[in-house]
């Protein structure tokens, strides 16, 4: 069983920079692709970013691309998301997840963390 804990939301202005970070407990993530969600109000959840177990390969959906980094530390047992330029319609809350496999994660992970919320104005 494997617990996710995310830290690092906040509130800024537009073109203004957050990391957030997962720490897992529980077990190993080295066999795990790691990847963050968002939902924003009134919206569906949906993914942002993954990273393989290795962290050799990452994956992003086409609106962050340029803007968003994902990087992870297995021997912390961390996932990291660096958000710069950051945009109102980035406002959500962000969520972390685990999947035991290769590639790129699912939409069904195996785990996910309590979400943490990013607030963006204008």
């Known amino acids: 069983q494997v617990q996710l804990v995310e830290s690092g939301g906040g509130s800024v202005q537009a073109g203004e920079s957050l990391r957030l970070s997962c720490a897992a407990s529980g077990g190993a993530i080295t066999t795990y692709v790691m990847g963050w969600f968002r939902q924003a109000p009134g919206k569906e959840r949906e993914f942002v970013a993954a990273v393989n177990y290795l962290g050799t390969t990452a994956y992003y959906t086409q609106s962050v691309k340029d803007r968003f980094a994902i990087s992870r530390d297995n021997a912390k047992k961390t996932v990291y998301l660096q958000m710069n330029s950051l945009k109102p319609e980035d406002t959500a809350v962000y969520y972390c997840?685990?999947?035991?496999?290769?590639?790129?994660?699912?939409?069904?992970?195996?785990?996910w963390g309590q979400g943490t919320q990013v607030f963006v104005s204008a």
């Open positions: 997840a685990a999947e035991d496999g290769l590639g790129n994660i699912s939409n069904s992970p195996d785990y």
